[in-house]
């Protein structure tokens, strides 16, 4: 992994002297705050209620009525959000030609493709970081299962890997980050409504299907259950998609 | 120390370059020259590992540039013909980041950085954003990246293009003052330059190498008629028939009358200058004046250049 290191601090650096990386933080938190801040209120309006009706009262549950209502919305700010991350990573250095420098310096490809995306990947974590504060509050005020929802930012993180993984692909496709960026989201919108096909497609296609589904496997993080099959489903899906973009950098050289 | 063999280089159906075959040997500064277009740039980027050749071999080293690519990345330093370079990085941050890619590590990697920029003349604009650096400076940066790592091999683009001509005249000592360290090859549309710096000179054109040899010995060579200039005191205009009959003159222009100019092409069968004193002084003319013009660099390039259209003509 020579020169990772390298590329990884740069990329990092650039990430965060962009203002893209600040504008997409800030739409990314305040509607995080937004839906954790109506979970709770929700979660509150229902304890009350429970208070005069035991029965409702043996059916509250944190992790189902807050935590794992807001992990799903986080999830749908990121399928608009990680591809403006990922957009810039391989379209802007083919634009403005510092490819031509990365290329001729004595760096492995794949150290160059892993370096972009653990540049990416971290960036989103710092943002993710930014939500942790709420889920303190909550552990002040309330009894969290802390285990299940390390659980869910285990899901969201690597949900987020994934489609920056793809994110990585489409913006090595293309010397426009905005082209780039479009082909990103519409691809993972794709993934994620693929499962709706499941009903007319009959029983083993249907399966397939619905094993591709982006959001499913997430679901059973998002409740705080720790899957192997999701989890691998993930990383199969990060690998497949980073071992694209490097097929699609060897590519550069042969068209110069 | 670079070899080039028969390099072919096509762009869908146009060949941007047709077996283009030649050697630098270690610590020659040799310039390559061709028009816009002419194939500097491809045959640059094969040699430092950005592309493949169609077919070909490129090495450097004894290193074939494809199969062997990261080693021979490892000793070629590289400056792009535009100087692509990270406008958000600082300066210091850039020459970090390139230095890390290039393989220095840890406590090397601060001196390494601190004598590029010491080389390039950077310290003022260490701290700086390099999307604020003018482009005699940024030119500056994209020399020193090509310089970290000490590589044995650079292979610089354009490196005066679009500067000023202070900043030539500064890129231009910088060169100097590398080529007791490094083999240098040099591209450049602007002739005076190349022949300043370089050693040698090889010519391009329309994707093929037309000429290689000294500057000198280009001159010679290609010099088909020696021009000499005098200027006299007298009429010069009663003084164009007489040195039209003399032996071995070709033709006599007369420039401005007013200045008493003349032109006098000779053939190059030998120095025709002290004739043509003695022939001007016994006519009773004062010879205020005589000297050999040697055609520039500038002018066989034009000649080789403009040739090549015809050939081409005739083979497609």
């Known amino acids: 992994m020579k020169g990772f290191v390298a590329v990884y601090r740069k990329e990092l650096y650039s990430l965060f002297a962009l203002p893209v990386f600040y504008a997409v933080a800030f739409t990314f938190l305040v509607l995080a705050g937004y839906f954790f801040y109506s979970a709770i209120v929700y979660y509150n309006l229902l304890s009350f209620q429970a208070g005069q009706n035991p029965m409702m009262a043996k059916q509250m549950n944190l992790m189902e009525m807050v935590l794992r209502p807001f992990f799903f919305d986080l999830s749908i700010v990121l399928l608009l959000i990680s591809p403006l991350l990922t957009m810039r990573l391989y379209a802007e250095e083919r634009k403005t030609g510092t490819m031509e420098l990365l290329l001729t310096y004595p760096l492995p490809d794949r150290s160059i493709v892993l370096a972009k995306f653990a540049a990416v990947v971290s960036a989103f974590a710092v943002i993710l970081a930014g939500t942790l504060p709420g889920i303190f509050l909550l552990d002040y005020l309330a009894n969290p299962a802390w285990k299940a929802i390390l659980c869910g930012y285990l899901g969201i993180l690597l949900l987020g890997s994934s489609f920056m993984s793809l994110g990585v692909f489409t913006s090595s496709l293309t010397q426009n980050q905005i082209i780039a960026a479009v082909l990103s989201f519409g691809a993972l919108l794709m993934l994620w409504v693929i499962g709706w096909a499941k009903s007319y497609v009959g029983s083993t296609m249907g399966e397939v299907i619905d094993y591709l589904s982006i959001v499913k496997h997430f679901d059973t993080f998002a409740k705080g259950i720790l899957d192997s099959r999701d989890l691998l489903y993930y990383l199969i899906f990060i690998v497949f998609f980073l071992f694209l973009t490097l097929r699609q950098v060897a590519t550069y050289r042969w068209r110069g | 120390m670079i070899e080039a063999e028969g390099l072919t280089k096509y762009y869908g159906p146009l060949p941007a370059i047709r077996d283009v075959t030649f050697t630098v040997e270690r610590g020659e500064v040799v310039g390559f020259l061709g028009p816009n277009g002419a194939g500097k740039s491809t045959t640059i980027r094969i040699l ?206 007369l420039v401005d009358t007013d200045h008493q100019k003349l032109f006098v092409e000779t053939d190059r069968s030998g120095d025709l200058r002290p004739e043509i004193a003695r022939l001007v002084v016994a006519k009773g003319i004062d010879l205020l004046e005589l000297k050999l013009v040697d055609l520039s660099l500038e002018d066989i390039f034009i000649q080789l250049v403009t040739e090549e259209p015809s050939q081409e003509g005739s083979q497609s």
């Open chain 2, 48 to 253: 430092t590992c950005y592309m493949p050749p169609t077919t070909g071999v490129a090495r450097i080293d004894g290193l074939d540039c494809f199969a062997r690519s990261l080693e021979v990345r490892e000793r070629v330093g590289y400056l792009p013909e535009s100087v692509p370079l990270y406008a958000e990085l600082t300066v210091k941050g850039f020459l970090r980041f390139a230095a890390g890619a290039k393989g220095v590590e840890g406590k090397k990697l601060e001196g390494e950085v601190r004598r590029v920029i010491a080389i390039c003349g950077l310290e003022n604009a260490a701290h700086r954003i390099i999307g604020h650096l003018s482009k005699g400076f940024r030119q500056r940066v994209g020399l020193a990246q090509a310089l970290l790592k000490n590589p044995s091999v650079l292979v610089l683009d354009e490196p005066t293009i679009g500067l000023d001509p202070a900043h030539i005249i500064e890129i231009r000592r910088l060169i100097e003052e590398l080529r007791e360290e490094h083999t240098i090859l040099l591209s450049s549309h602007i002739l005076p330059e190349v022949a300043q710096i370089c050693q040698r000179v090889l010519i391009i054109n329309k994707g093929q190498i037309v000429a290689t040899d000294t500057p000198a010995n280009l001159t010679r060579q290609l010099q088909k008629s020696a021009q000499i200039q005098l200027r006299v005191g007298g009429q010069a205009r009663e003084l164009a028939p007489v040195l039209e009959n003399l032996g071995g003159v070709q033709k006599v222009s």
